[in-house]
């Protein structure tokens, strides 16, 4: 009973756009690929177009451990749903959080959500550019005292793009954000110039020490038994989100396809 109440409610919530396009966290249809690829088109159009663009990484503390169960209902009440309905128990955790950090504020740049992990990206050879970055996260620091929140500011990065980028810097609240040469994202390892050969290396890597682990763990080499460990276990590592960040160079090929003949020996 509880499911067919709680899938009623998230279809309301659907038709009335309660969640935006921009949330892809616990949202049907969408995942961290289609996150990651949706986002990564706008900053690649802008980085071929030969515009310096700044990516901001930004992540709300704790969510659900800090916001105010009041402030859930009243987002929920304002769209529709009655008081028996917000006081039941039929909302999941991962609904929550995606309804927790909707932003009720206008954004000018480009801006992605997976639950609470926030992108924003805009192109920044022109001072107007860099003045619109900050003012959108004056605005998300706003809406985060407003609804008694807070990022945790220490994972907050910016990704400077582009040779003659002026590497400005942003303010977050009353803190700088600091600059770094690359960030994972979603578990995908980007770089301030888009090469994916260290996320090709990490992904090898990954597989590699989990293929150790089945062959020092597993006494059995027989085919069936390699070939169900390896698609279940190894498999996943390197397939993850490739549709991003499929390898560009022979090197990095060659270096996924030596994970890939090492069950074989």
Known sequence: MEQILL???LRHMENKEVIGDRQHGFTKGKSCLTNLVAFYDGVTALVDKGRETDVLYLDLCQVLDTVQHYILVSKLERNGFNRWATRGQ???RHCLTSLSVTWTVCIECILSKFADDTKLCGAVDMLEGRDAIQRDLDR???WACV???KFYKAKCKVLHMGQQNPKHSYRLGREWIKSSPEEK???VL???KLNVSQQCA???QKANRVLGCIKRGVTSRSREVILSLYSSLVRPHLEYCIQLWGPQYRRDMELLEQ???RPQR
């Open 7 to 9: 899938e009623t409610m």
């Open 90 to 92: 039929y909302w999941d």
């Open 140 to 142: 998300l620091e706003r």
């Open 147 to 149: 609804n008694l929140m």
């Open 185 to 187: 994202d979603l578990g």
């Open 190 to 192: 980007v770089d301030e």
């Open 202 to 204: 990490l992904a090898a």
């Open 259 to 261: 994970v890939q003949r």
